[in-house]
């Protein structure tokens, strides 16, 4: 286990042998199920090829995907403890090549969120999102009733967990789609991707500001 007094996390290898306190277990264990049996699959209504993620599968193989929770005794008040998974994160990703820092995900599982109603988790996911993307990364946010679209097909609802979470990733030229509308995030966006754009890329761009 590592962590401070904020968070908890371990990675999905010792979750799977479950070296992890068995107050956590249960729902640590279906979070990393649906990881390796949703998200590493296709499905019918993705709208493309290949999986839901490409990038657990090549993370769950290189060790490289963690599950963390909120200590005990952070209470209600959960930005302590996405202040600390961002600062873990950045600490982890410190030690890696850039292609593995590609791969690097946290998970921070919250199973005592409504899971009826995402409104909360939102919440959550919308007031840490401004911080992250200025360092350069990702979170999102997975529901059992998430209402966010796919981005190939606007029925396929792919942010659907079992367990209320958020994800940490870092942030890549191909999240353009996840910024649009918001002049914040797409400043930090064009400062660091800018002019490396793949034309494809600016295709999405330009469709979207014309």
Same mark, same amino acid.
């Given at each position: 286990?590592?962590?401070d007094?904020?968070?908890?996390f371990w ?5 799977? !042998? /479950?070296?992890?306190? %068995?107050?956590?277990?249960p729902?640590l264990?279906?979070?990393? $199920?649906?990881?390796?049996?949703? @998200? =590493?699959s ?14 657990t599968?090549p993370s ?5 995907f963690?599950l963390?929770?909120?200590?005990d005794?952070?209470?209600?008040d959960?930005?302590?403890?996405v202040?600390s998974? !961002? /600062?873990?994160?950045? %600490?982890?990703?410190?030690?890696l090549?850039?292609?593995?820092q $590609?791969?690097?995900?946290?998970? @921070? =599982?919250l199973?005592h ?16 999102k ?6 350069g990364?990702?979170?999102?946010q997975f529901?059992p009733?998430c ?8 029925l396929f609802?792919?942010? %659907? ?5 958020l994800?940490?990733?870092?942030l890549?030229?191909?999240d353009l789609p ?11 966006y064009?400062?660091?991707f800018?002019?490396d754009i ?12 014309g």
């Amino acid at each position: 286990m590592r962590g401070d007094e904020r968070i908890h996390f371990w990675t999905a290898a010792e979750v799977a !042998r /479950a070296e992890v306190p %068995r107050r956590h277990l249960p729902y640590l264990r279906e979070v990393l $199920e649906w990881s390796s049996e949703f @998200l =590493v699959s296709g499905h019918p209504e993705l709208g493309r090829s290949g999986p839901v993620c490409p990038y657990t599968q090549p993370s769950l193989r290189k060790q490289l995907f963690h599950l963390a929770v909120p200590a005990d005794g952070v209470g209600a008040d959960l930005s302590s403890a996405v202040g600390s998974l !961002r /600062a873990w994160y950045e %600490r982890l990703a410190a030690g890696l090549e850039e292609d593995d820092q $590609e791969l690097l995900t946290l998970l @921070l =599982v919250l199973p005592h969120f409504d899971r009826t109603d995402s409104a909360e988790l939102d919440g959550l996911q919308r007031a840490a999102k401004d911080a992250f993307v200025a360092d350069g990364l990702m979170i999102g946010q997975f529901h059992p009733v998430c209402e966010e679209p796919g981005l190939w097909n606007s029925l396929f609802r792919p942010l %659907r967990a079992p367990v209320p979470l958020l994800a940490v990733r870092k942030l890549l030229v191909f999240d353009l789609p996840f910024l649009l509308g918001d002049d914040v995030h797409m400043d930090h966006y064009l400062r660091r991707f800018a002019p490396d754009i793949p034309a494809r890329v600016r295709g999405q761009l330009v469709s979207r500001m014309g």
